[in-house]
Structure formats: structure tokens, C-alpha cells
């Protein structure tokens, strides 16, 4: 499943040459996550009264184009691989005017016990919703909607 978000340049996500800061599309793809979740049915105020924490252990962006004040912007997060420990999302940005994508992005965060910090399996409660909305989207993309 792929979820959509729409987002607006701010001026203080700009530096001094007038473009986005790189620091923030890692922030949006953040945004993007808990949007995800949200779309399934899941917020991370949940998770985390349940004892679940959702770090993310690896990101990468790719920088195309640069994305300036006041641009309206896309942000399509798709989840790539879910397991019981570790949940691995692709993001891509897009300036809404002109479709043109200005980041790519990858995140993996892993399930880890608030309390002692270890990785830990996803109860079935998330676990169940999770992997529903990645078969559907699996089943999206092979055209068997």
C-alpha cells in the first residue's frame, strides 16, 4: 500500500541559499511513516503505551532536484518488506506543479521493547494489519485488484 502526503515548504526548512535543507526530507520521510501507519489503523502513541518502540536502524535519501519555499510537495510512502522484528518503507517526493521528483528515499526501522531495549516481534494486534496492507499492495501492483 502506498500512502500519499502532502506537504508545504516552509521558510525555516530552507538554508541560506534559498533551498530545502537536506536534513529535512529525512524528517518528512518520518511524516510519511507515521502517516503509513495511520492509514492502517495503527499510531505509534499505541504502540508506544503497549511497550513498543519503532527506530529506524538504516536511511538513505538521494538527492535530485531541490525543492525551494513555499513549494507544495508529495510525499509517497510505500512499505518494501515486513517481518515480526524489522519493517523496511520507500519514499519519494515530488513537487506537485510540475511532478518532477526531488528525493528518493529508503528507511528500515526495527520492533524493540521500550523497556529493555532489545528487538523484539511485533504482536499479531500490528502485525495482522501490517502485513494485510502489504498483500493488498502486492496485490495491487501484479493487477489483481
Request: proline share 1%.
Amino acid at each position: 500500500m502506498s500512502v500519499k502526503t502532502t506537504l508545504r515548504v516552509h521558510f525555516y526548512d530552507t538554508d541560506e541559499m534559498g533551498v530545502v535543507h537536506h536534513a529535512n526530507y529525512i524528517r518528512w520521510f518520518e511524516t510519511g511513516r507515521v502517516e503509513y501507519l495511520r492509514s492502517i489503523g495503527i499510531t505509534l502513541t499505541e504502540m508506544m503505551s503497549d511497550g513498543i518502540l519503532f527506530p529506524i536502524t538504516e536511511v538513505r535519501a538521494k538527492y535530485l532536484n531541490a525543492a525551494k519555499f513555499d513549494d507544495d510537495l508529495e510525499l509517497e510512502t510505500t512499505a518494501l518488506e515486513l517481518t515480526k522484528v524489522k519493517m523496511e518503507f520507500d519514499y519519494k517526493i515530488r513537487r506537485q506543479i510540475d511532478g518532477k521528483i526531488l528525493v528518493k528515499g529508503y528507511s528500515q526501522n526495527v520492533f524493540t521493547n521500550a523497556a529493555t531495549g532489545k528487538i523484539s516481534r511485533l504482536p499479531e494486534k500490528y502485525f495482522s494489519k501490517l502485513e494485510k496492507a502489504m498483500l493488498e499492495e502486492m496485490a495491487q501492483k501484479n493487477g489483481n485488484t
